[in-house]
């Protein structure tokens, strides 16, 4: 009898163990992604002359949105199609290189988290920026994995710090805001709803302008979890969900919404992506 409470008892132990490094290594994961290998190898690509050519890039080595990553690739070639633009979709570092990337009018990172580029490739996509290409980051692009100055300050302008987790998603109103930039409120409503995981960040994005926002108090932003206590708060009722800005010669534009398959069905968010890859331009 006391044999068999003394198996149980480390079964127990060895579970509780499991569990708890399967945990940090999520979160670890999260924050910081796992280290990975850089692609260097250029691809071959034959660039059409007559079309504007957009890189969409997937890659990830911290939480992946699969669903959002697939739903959204079909939704990007059917815009390309529409704007008769070259599309071009990876998850090789190796497009990172000078020769190649200003070829592209537009590079998206789609829902990219963690490290993704080498400390070369980093500085070939900030030149890129600087003179006179144009970066666009759709949700994961905006969290705390990626560990990049330039791209902390340049792209999103504030620091990631948490997202809602009971419920994790929730429906709002999305306000589209009057000043901004023409082109990208193109055939928007002045106020549409979706369904997302509302990222919640440490402060108003600083130098950027505010093309959308939700009501923040309204909805439920405690991301409290297990030991994490102190992640119950959220921006106050101007909560910004996508911003831009001119970078140097170049652009950059933010869209904290996109976590799910479902919203590449929300005819306003494809419609603000359309608007920001044409604003590109």
Known sequence: MKR????TLWI???IILFAGA????????????????YETEKPAINFPP???AVLIFSKTTGFRHAESIEASLPVFSQIARKNNWFIYQTEEGGIFNPEQLKRFKVVIFNNSTGRVLNDEQQKVLSQYVESGGTLLGIHGAGDDSH???????????????HHPLNPQFQKADVH???????????????????????YVFLSQPKGMQILSYINGDKIIPNGNLLWIRDKDFGMGQYHPVAWYRNVGKGK???TSMGHGKEVWQNE???QMIENAMIWSE
């Open 4 to 7: 068999t409470i003394k198996i």
């Open 12 to 14: 127990l132990l060895c």
């Open 22 to 37: 399967t945990t940090g290594i999520f979160f670890y994961k999260i924050k910081n992604g796992f280290p990975v290998s």
């Open 50 to 52: 007559d079309q504007s």
């Open 147 to 161: 560990h990049w100055p330039w791209y902390q300050t340049h792209l999103l302008g504030t620091k990631f710090s």
């Open 176 to 198: 589209v805001e009057v000043d901004s930039d023409s082109s990208l409120t193109r055939k928007l409503p002045a106020v549409w709803t979706n369904q997302d995981e509302w």
């Open 252 to 254: 950059t534009f933010y």
């Open 268 to 270: 306003n968010f494809v």
